[in-house]
């Protein structure tokens, strides 16, 4: 079973893994000059997503 504490350590664990995983993919990645931008302000962050497999799907692989 996994315990609240150990959902938050993973949540903790994932979220800081993409805040690095962004931060080399903005720096080793071309700028693109499209003028659009868009706004997701209502998804998902990669870490929720990330925690939720992870949570959902002990020892398996999903692919």
Do not use: Q, W
């Not at 903005?26 to 302000?41: L, V």
């Amino acid at each position: 079973m996994i315990t609240e504490d150990k959902v938050t350590e993973l949540f903790c664990m994932a979220d800081d893994f993409c805040k690095f995983f962004d931060r080399m993919v903005a720096k080793y990645t071309f700028k693109s000059t499209a003028m659009r931008s868009y706004h997701r302000n209502y998804t998902m962050s990669k870490a929720e997503i990330m925690l939720i497999i992870i949570y959902c799907c002990p020892g398996k692989c999903c692919f």
